[in-house]
Structure formats: structure tokens, C-alpha cells
């Protein structure tokens, strides 16, 4: 992904200083590209057309390979219930998903609230005598969970954005008044927080978002007959 975010860049940044806009998107990207390559009568220097070529190639092989992997995953995600019922997580995809399973192993061991600690969403605290203190998150964990999760909370909300006040669920209305308060990005953390609960919750009661709590069955005795008085 960062390799084909580097070529992305390399071809988008001298474009833009020629004043040629390329489509968002990186699977938009090749086409418009190769297109003005084989133009001779196009904007672009002759020294710039040999490296923005081998560019564009690179990142249709990339394409090629980032498919390939997602297919397998999903068959891989297809096998596992817990990847399923993850999936149904606002800003929680296949590869936040299966990234989860494989890295976390059992969300069993964890009790409440110390998943999104372990995952370093939690902010740091510093406090002393009858004054607490927090700070930044603290970043412990692994860092690529950390950046899938913050990065679903960006696009959960840009959703909420795109979405009407009265179809917006209680998740993206809170994320939205939480950007108003505190600014875009620490919003996107602590929604990010709230999804690594979200996980931890839907991992551990095995039900996806938003399904209501199982109701537990009680066992009734039946009633006592009286016993016979036959002979």
C-alpha cells in the first residue's frame, strides 16, 4: 500500500505543476496517464514521459497484486466468523478485519475497555496527587492496527458528512459532534477508540453491530404432580 501511495505521488505531483489534473482514485490513475504518454502533442516534456511510463506500469502491476490479495483474504474472511461479524463494524473493512484476527489471536483474554489500551488508543496519563492529567494516545501496540482503525474512523466520518441529519445512527452523530468540539483529527482518534471497543464487544459476545443482546433462556422446573393415591 505505502509503495503504491509513493508512485501515486510521483505521478500526480508533476502533473499538477503542469497544471493536468489526474481523477482521485488509484485505480483512475493509469489510463488518463498512459493516454498522455503516447499523446506526442500533450503538455508533457519528453524527459518526463520514460518516468512517468515506468511509473504508471508499476502501479498497474501493484493493482494487480493488491487484488490478488484481497481475493484471497475474502476467501479467507469467508472461512472465519469472526471476520464476518467484525465486517459489520462502521469503518472496520477486510483488511482492518482479518489484520484483527491475525494479530490479536483471542479478544477473550482482554476484559473491558483494555482492548482499545492495548491497541495504544488510550491517552497517556500523567497525574499526580489529587490532580489527573491526560495527554496523547499512547501509541502502544502495533501501528498498522492503529492506522486501519483511524483510518476507518476517517471514513465513517466522511459517511456522516454525505449523510442526512435524520438517517445518521447514534455512532455517527457522535462522531460528528465530537469533530465540531475538538477538530477533525482528535475526533478521528476517538472514534477510532470507540470502534477498537465496538470490536472487542462484538468479538467477545459473538453478534454482530447493532444485533440486539441475546436473551438468556431461564430453566423451569415443571410442576409438582401430587402422587397417586390409587391402590
Same mark, same amino acid.
Given at each position: 500500500?505505502?509503495? $503504491?501511495?509513493?508512485?501515486?505521488? @510521483?505521478?500526480?505531483?508533476?502533473?499538477?505543476?503542469?497544471?493536468?489534473?489526474?481523477?482521485?482514485?488509484? $485505480? /483512475?490513475?493509469?489510463? +488518463?496517464?498512459?493516454?498522455?504518454?503516447?499523446?506526442?502533442?500533450?503538455?508533457?516534456?519528453?524527459?518526463? $514521459?520514460?518516468?512517468?511510463?515506468?511509473?504508471?506500469?508499476?502501479?498497474?502491476?501493484? *493493482?494487480?497484486?493488491?487484488? /490478488?490479495?484481497?481475493? @484471497?483474504? *475474502? @476467501?479467507?474472511?469467508?472461512?472465519?466468523?469472526?471476520?464476518?461479524?467484525? $465486517?459489520?463494524?462502521?469503518?472496520?473493512?477486510?483488511?482492518?478485519? #482479518?489484520?484483527?484476527?491475525?494479530?490479536?489471536?483471542?479478544? /477473550?483474554?482482554?476484559?473491558?475497555?483494555?482492548?482499545?489500551?492495548?491497541?495504544?488508543?488510550?491517552?497517556?496519563?500523567?497525574?499526580?496527587?489529587?490532580?489527573?492529567?491526560?495527554?496523547?494516545?499512547?501509541?502502544?501496540?502495533? +501501528?498498522?492496527?492503529?492506522?486501519?482503525?483511524?483510518?476507518?474512523?476517517?471514513?465513517?466520518?466522511?459517511?456522516? !458528512?454525505? #449523510?442526512?441529519?435524520?438517517?445518521?445512527?447514534?455512532?455517527?452523530?457522535?462522531?460528528?459532534?465530537?469533530?465540531?468540539?475538538?477538530?477533525?483529527? !482528535?475526533?478521528?482518534?476517538?472514534?477510532?477508540? !470507540?470502534?477498537?471497543?465496538?470490536?472487542?464487544?462484538?468479538?467477545?459476545?459473538?453478534?454482530?453491530?447493532?444485533? +440486539?443482546?441475546?436473551?438468556? @433462556?431461564?430453566?423451569?422446573?415443571?410442576?409438582?404432580?401430587?402422587?397417586? #393415591?390409587?391402590?
Amino acid at each position: 500500500m505505502a509503495t $503504491r501511495a509513493a508512485r501515486l505521488n @510521483t505521478v500526480r505531483g508533476p502533473l499538477r505543476e503542469l497544471g493536468l489534473g489526474i481523477p482521485l482514485g488509484s $485505480r /483512475q490513475v493509469v489510463p +488518463p496517464v498512459w493516454a498522455l504518454v503516447s499523446d506526442t502533442e500533450s503538455k508533457l516534456p519528453d524527459a518526463l $514521459r520514460p518516468v512517468l511510463a515506468e511509473a504508471a506500469r508499476e502501479i498497474g502491476e501493484l *493493482e494487480t497484486r493488491i487484488r /490478488q490479495v484481497e481475493h @484471497t483474504l *475474502e @476467501t479467507l474472511a469467508r472461512e472465519s466468523p469472526v471476520v464476518t461479524r467484525l $465486517r459489520t463494524i462502521p469503518g472496520v473493512g477486510l483488511l482492518t478485519a #482479518t489484520a484483527l484476527v491475525a494479530f490479536v489471536g483471542d479478544a /477473550q483474554r482482554f476484559p473491558s475497555g483494555h482492548f482499545a489500551s492495548y491497541l495504544g488508543l488510550t491517552p497517556r496519563e500523567s497525574s499526580s496527587g489529587l490532580r489527573r492529567r491526560l495527554g496523547g494516545i499512547s501509541k502502544c501496540g502495533d +501501528p498498522y492496527l492503529r492506522m486501519l482503525l483511524i483510518h476507518g474512523a476517517r471514513s465513517v466520518l466522511l459517511h456522516a !458528512k454525505r #449523510t442526512s441529519e435524520g438517517q445518521r445512527d447514534r455512532l455517527r452523530a457522535w462522531a460528528l459532534g465530537r469533530e465540531r468540539l475538538r477538530g477533525h483529527n !482528535k475526533a478521528a482518534v476517538a472514534l477510532a477508540n !470507540k470502534l477498537a471497543r465496538i470490536a472487542w464487544a462484538v468479538w467477545r459476545h459473538d453478534r454482530p453491530f447493532g444485533a +440486539p443482546p441475546r436473551k438468556e @433462556t431461564t430453566w423451569n422446573p415443571p410442576p409438582a404432580t401430587a402422587p397417586s #393415591t390409587r391402590p
